[in-house]
């Protein structure tokens, strides 16, 4: 009777000392997975203060922040999924169907899903490579406008009208910037054919060096006019293209005051700027003599007064 009690005890102790072990596993775990968030974020919180008192740039430093957010998320969900499956295999809970059946539904929920996995797949990248900031005038797909707001779900635009686009992340195949660093202020000048080219581009470049000596614009224009040539023939035209680099975001306004100037110098220098018109003649005979063409104009009589 005595050996049976105190092999049940000796039992019980056993028992009782595995599962306080057990436990103080399980509280060691959970400690340092809280110790190992804590720690991870604040550092990078602290490099991304650091990075932020660094840039000059207001939107950079926004999408500093936004980084910083996905990765202390990102860095609190992967240590918690691991510290949650080892505490798991400390109660005696195989993790292995349960990883299985985590996979199905992973598979399952990704394939229902895999649109709203791509915007944020896509979105992230934006935001590393800074391809697109607040305040830039883009062209994504059909949709144009200024960016008011880039997320790791979309991008939203206002265009012209002020109308607003939410464009998915996951839509977007290719960005172009029209505001990054520096954009130009391209202008076809289209004047008559019977001008004299040199002419004409001597007074572009006179309105132009006037254009940048105004204080009001000329902190805005960044180089002098540049003048590529004669693009091209039209039917009653000859097309001069230039342009004028410009800070960001800038070009259009330059454009439409250079184009106000440049019809006034026209005016004055008596530089027909051209119309569509239609030349006529009679032909000509085998020797190469044309025909008279005779214009004749007749003026309507009005009728008689009829008598009473």
């Not at 996905?70 to 510290?83: G, K, P």
């Not at 006019?225 to 035209?237: R, Y």
Request: with cysteine; glycine share 6%; proline share 3%.
């Amino acid at each position: 009777m005595t050996d049976n009690f105190i092999d049940i005890a000796s039992r019980w102790w056993i028992s009782l000392g595995g599962a306080a072990t057990a436990m103080l596993r399980i509280v060691v775990i959970i400690a340092l997975a809280w110790l190992v968030v804590g720690v991870t974020r604040r550092a990078m919180r602290t490099l991304r203060t650091r990075i932020s008192d660094r840039m000059d740039d207001r939107e950079a430093a926004k999408r500093a922040q936004t980084l910083d957010q996905v990765f202390r998320y990102l860095i609190t969900v992967v240590v918690s999924l691991v510290a949650g499956m080892l505490v798991l295999a400390e109660i005696g809970v195989s993790v292995a169907p349960i990883l299985g059946a985590a996979g199905v539904v992973g598979l399952a929920v990704g394939f229902g899903a895999q649109s709203l996995v791509k915007d944020y797949v896509t979105g992230f990248f934006l935001l590393l490579e800074n391809q697109i900031r607040q305040g830039d005038v883009v062209k994504l797909s059909e949709h144009s406008g200024v960016v008011e707001q880039v997320t790791l779900r979309y991008v939203q635009l206002r265009d012209y009208d002020g109308n607003v686009h939410y464009v998915p992340n996951g839509y977007i195949s290719t960005v172009i910037n029209m505001t990054r660093d520096f954009s130009n202020a391209v202008v076809d000048v289209r004047v008559a054919l019977r001008e004299n080219v040199e002419e004409v581009m001597e007074v572009m470049r006179d309105v132009a060096a006037q254009l940048r000596s105004d204080p009001a614009f000329a902190p805005r224009i960044l180089g002098d006019l540049e003048i590529a040539g004669v693009d091209s023939w039209a039917e009653s035209a000859v097309i001069i293209r230039c342009r004028l680099r410009t800070l960001p975001i800038e070009q259009w306004g330059i454009k439409r005051e250079y184009l106000r100037r440049l019809k006034s110098a026209f005016d004055a220098k008596g530089i027909q700027i051209p119309v569509p018109h239609l030349m006529v003649y009679a032909g000509q005979d085998r020797e190469g003599k044309a025909a008279p063409f005779t214009i004749t104009q007749q003026q309507a009589t009005a009728p008689a007064a009829q008598a009473d």
